[in-house]
């Protein structure tokens, strides 16, 4: 086999790298053990080049209708789901900059071997399928026309029965690229690879990312949309969902009149994602409709508890599944400001940290008018009612998370005012949102009674200077006084471990980006290292300053949609 020129700067446990030359053996016996070996025949101690043990299925071709066209021709597609559309290979030569190993191990059944083969490199990269791969590209339309430089490669179902869909993201034009060149940039993957795994961490309901792989194939961005376009370089991110079905995957049939495939469409998404549903139940559209709008306000609230803000919440990003996806221009909020826009594009602020609540909302709204043309006025009136109950779904669920993050036991009148009184002195002060909660898990309540806040608690001693904390502090510790056989050590343990120390700041991913595009790649590994423990504190971040006072040269920093 021809040697491509393929790089592996992958971190995987520890920091370390190899080139496709090197004959190191990454499977420690630790991690690697005899009946992995045996369930596992992928396993060898030298260079591999056979074909990656991963065989993809495809349920949706024999139940969904196909574009008859393919290619990646942009063009009008109707009375179809997805269209045939091959990935476009990066120019080589191509480094492996990341992968996942929880993805790796607990998801494909792979084990950490597995980077050595070149083939992997070539298949997570678009350069060759994966055995059974057929690959495709999805129209939707709530925003835009379809998956424009995705494409969905197949299904893989793992040993413990759980079913995965894999695409590529960066992987070249399809029928839906419009004038897009289908590629993704070094910046954006970065981003979409840290931060999706970040969020699982974090236990938030996300798709997931298996590798980073980079390129030295010129891209060309106009990254603020003021005409200054840059050369950057290609990048490929293999990410996975349950479903990478959304919102606008609906709204584009019933906005075209194809009620025969919309009807096929959902109840494909219905029978396959929303098993508990009986598809002889003649109300399984409200029910489905009622399921995705109490899933979709927990998980807004869920962003909220965290602190981050999607940056472009409209329907073609907003999963049926009611999980994250579709990194772009995000960020978690630093100073707490319900006003804080991540996204430099959005000049309205209508994607604001603060108005996500009822972005979701909204999206919902739409998703409703997608399914009305199939349902009857009955069950259009329940359907209406479940959406007039989306507030006060969002808002309990929004009280439990922020209760949790306040250590709070039971329920109390007053636990409402206690976090809006919190969440106004933060607001007021600037208070970091991150680490005043994770201060706030680690001081005692004798230090809160008297004020004697240490200087290392930096984000708390800046609430120290709002004329109302003191008041606010005597209404806490009334609260936690309030609960019998609770402790103080109990206490800060259980919002330890909701209170994460470490988030993907902005500043902390252009750090990585800057290295990783002089082909830098070991804080891309610092950083996946840290996120995939983000509530325990760690030696290495400390020192990187990851839960120290972000650099002042945090506050120019700008991100928009180009990627």
């Known amino acids: 086999m021809t040697n491509h020129g393929f790089t592996l700067f992958v971190f995987i446990s520890a920091v370390a790298s190899t080139t496709c030359r090197d004959e190191q053996d990454f499977c420690e016996s630790k991690v690697c053990n005899e009946r992995e070996f045996k369930q596992n ?80 490199v070539l ?28 494409h969905f490669l197949g299904e893989y179902t793992n040993r413990k029965g759980e079913r995965w869909e894999l695409q590529l993201k960066g992987s070249g034009k399809t029928p839906y690229s419009r004038s897009g060149d289908g590629r993704a940039v070094i910046r954006s993957s970065v981003r979409e690879f840290l931060c999706s795994e970040a969020m699982h961490f974090l236990g938030v309901p996300t798709s997931r990312a298996l590798s980073l792989v980079v390129s030295e194939e010129p891209v060309w961005r106009d990254l603020f949309y003021n005409g200054n376009v840059i050369k950057e370089r290609g ?74 803000a999607h940056g472009v919440c409209n329907t073609d990003n907003f999963s049926l599944l009611s999980i994250t996806i579709d990194y772009g221009p995000f960020g978690f909020m630093e100073s707490y400001d319900p006003n804080f826009v991540p996204n430099t594009s959005d000049d309205e602020g209508r ?17 409703l008018e997608a399914l009305k043309p199939l349902l009857t006025s ?32 039971g329920n109390q009148e007053t636990d409402s005012y206690v976090i809006a009184f919190l969440l106004k002195l933060m607001e007021d002060t600037g208070a970091d949102f991150t680490m005043t909660f994770r201060q706030l898990s680690g001081v005692t309540m004798s230090q809160l009674q008297t004020g004697s806040i240490p200087p290392s608690m930096w984000a ?23 609960m019998e056989s609770d402790s103080d050590a109990a206490r800060q343990h259980r919002m330890q471990g909701v209170n994460p120390r470490y988030v993907l700041r902005n500043w902390m991913a252009e750090s990585a980006i800057r290295k990783a595009e002089k082909n830098d790649f070991s804080e891309v590994a610092l950083l996946q290292k840290t996120l995939t423990e983000p509530f325990v504190e760690q030696e290495e971040a400390e020192r990187a300053g990851y839960s120290s006072k972000p650099p002042s040269w945090a506050q ?7 990627s």
């Open 460 to 482: 708390l001693s800046d609430l120290l200077s709002h004329e109302y904390f003191r008041d606010w502090v005597q209404l806490y510790l009334k609260r936690l006084s309030r």
């Open 235 to 308: 990048a490929v991110v293999l990410r996975l969902a349950r479903s990478w079905f959304r919102i606008g995957s609906l709204e584009i049939l019933t906005r075209t009149g194809e009620l025969d495939v919309l009807r096929t469409l959902l109840d494909f998404i219905i029978e396959e994602y929303f098993k508990s549903i009986a598809m002889n139940d003649p109300d399984k559209y409200v029910v489905f409709f009622s399921r995705v709008v109490n899933e979709t306000a927990h998980l807004i609230a869920h962003w909220m508890s965290v602190g981050f």
């Open 123 to 150: 298949c997570v990269s678009g350069g060759k399928l994966f055995p059974g791969s057929i690959p495709l590209a999805h129209r939707y339309g709530g925003h835009q026309l379809g998956d424009g430089r995705a």
């Open 378 to 409: 009955d069950q259009l009136s329940q359907c209406r009612q479940t959406l007039r109950e989306y507030s006060q779904t969002y808002q309990q669920r929004f009280h439990e998370l922020f209760k949790a993050k306040l250590g709070f036991l």
């Open 41 to 120: 025949h992928f396993y060898t101690n030298e260079k591999t080049y056979g074909e990656i043990p991963l065989t993809l299925s495809h349920r949706l071709l024999d139940a969904l209708p196909l574009d008859e066209l393919d290619g990646p021709v942009s063009r009008p597609v109707r009375g179809c789901v997805f269209s045939e559309s091959r990935p476009t290979p990066l120019k080589e030569p191509l480094t492996l900059a990341a992968a996942s190993q929880d993805v790796l191990r607990n998801i494909l059944d792979l084990n950490e071997s597995v980077i050595q083969n070149e083939e992997f």
């Open 556 to 562: 120019q920093l700008r991100v928009s949609c180009s």
């Open 351 to 367: 994607y604001s940290i603060g108005a996500q609540a009822n972005v979701g909302l909204f999206n919902l709204q739409k998703l």
